[in-house]
């Protein structure tokens, strides 16, 4: 299973990415978890996750998610593009990449 977390400035927009990569992962077979946080709640929810994928509306915000983090997970800004498009896809494609590296490390 995978577990992302996406951070956003309030969690509300990026809801609806949540349901789009789990869309996808349905279609690619494959077991997620996913939700949505806002920048300032970020410090509840990080330990569950296995990475972290922060929307470009909170890129003010990534230094600090980063650190509070210290590189136990995956910590990356999505592509404004993909954030942009909605599009489930490329984020799973991404998250998923991201967290296979971090476990073959």
């Known amino acids: 299973m995978y577990k992302i977390l996406l951070c956003c400035a309030s969690g509300v927009t990026t809801n609806m990415l949540v349901n789009s990569i789990k869309e996808s ?4 077979n494959q077991t ?4 949505a946080v806002g920048a300032l709640s970020i410090k509840f ?3 569950d996750a296995d990475c972290v994928l922060v929307a470009p509306q909170s890129r003010a915000n990534f230094q600090k998610v980063k650190d509070m983090i210290h590189g136990v997970i995956p ?3 999505m592509k404004e593009e993909d954030f942009i498009n909605m ?4 984020l799973l494609k ?3 990449d991201i967290i296979d590296k971090n476990r073959n490390k």
């Open 32 to 35: 997620v978890m996913c939700w």
């Open 94 to 96: 991404h998250a998923i």
């Open 87 to 90: 599009d489930g896809d490329a």
């Open 25 to 28: 992962a349905k279609k690619e």
């Open 75 to 77: 910590c990356e800004m």
């Open 45 to 47: 929810s990080w330990a």
